[in-house]
């Protein structure tokens, strides 16, 4: 009996060996296993990483290429005024024709170039783009483009800023504005800068 009881004893010490080197194995497969999957992680987050800063990197240079696309149109732009209301008498008297309005506006700047600008259409008098030397000689023109009014030759002549297509929708927004405004004969309005604003020097 003492035999069968030792050889019951061996047998399962051996049994419990044997679960101990399954579960043991078992425990290196899954660090073997999750070892696999860290490294495999770990190597595509890399490559996220690597793409997320790839991306970032060609966003950043395509905002610095518009930022400076937009300071340089604006620079170009400052040297430009429009002209309306100039008659279309031929293009070899343009030049010489916006040379006299300028004169009646009080000055005399050098003319870098001019044309007309949009499609020729019969009964339309198309607008003239002129480019001076300088955004200040601009600003002095424009300053003083007032002075029209009194030369009867050129009272229907108009000079503006050379506006991108966002500037011209804000300003027509303004002019509607500046319309609706006139209705009251006891004060007069004008528009100033990105507003319309009273002028209190007419008010009577």
Request: aromatic fraction near 2%.
């Amino acid at each position: 009996i003492i035999d069968l009881q030792n050889q019951l004893i061996e047998a399962k010490d051996q049994q419990v060996v044997k679960l101990q080197e399954a579960v043991k194995g078992e425990v290196r497969t899954v660090q073997t296993e999750m070892k696999t999957f860290a490294s495999v992680l770990q190597k595509d987050l890399k490559s996220q990483t690597k793409e997320v800063k790839s991306a970032a990197s060609v966003l950043s240079a395509k905002k610095v290429g518009e930022a400076v696309k937009q300071v340089v149109e604006k620079e170009e732009r400052g040297k430009n005024l429009i002209m309306y209301g100039v008659p279309e008498e031929g293009d070899q008297l343009l030049e010489a024709c916006v040379a006299g309005v300028l004169e009646k506006a009080g000055q005399k700047p050098r003319i870098s170039e001019c044309c007309r600008i949009g499609l020729r259409r019969e009964g339309a008098v198309r607008p003239v783009k002129v480019t001076l030397s300088s955004s200040s000689t601009v600003m002095e023109v424009l300053r003083n483009a007032r002075m029209l009014r009194e030369a009867e030759c050129c009272q229907w002549i108009f000079i503006c800023p050379d506006r991108t297509v966002e500037q011209r929708k804000a300003q027509k927004g303004l002019v509607d504005q500046l319309k609706m405004r006139t209705d009251n004969p006891g004060r007069r309005y004008r528009i100033r800068g990105d507003q319309v604003v009273l002028c209190e020097d007419l008010v009577p």
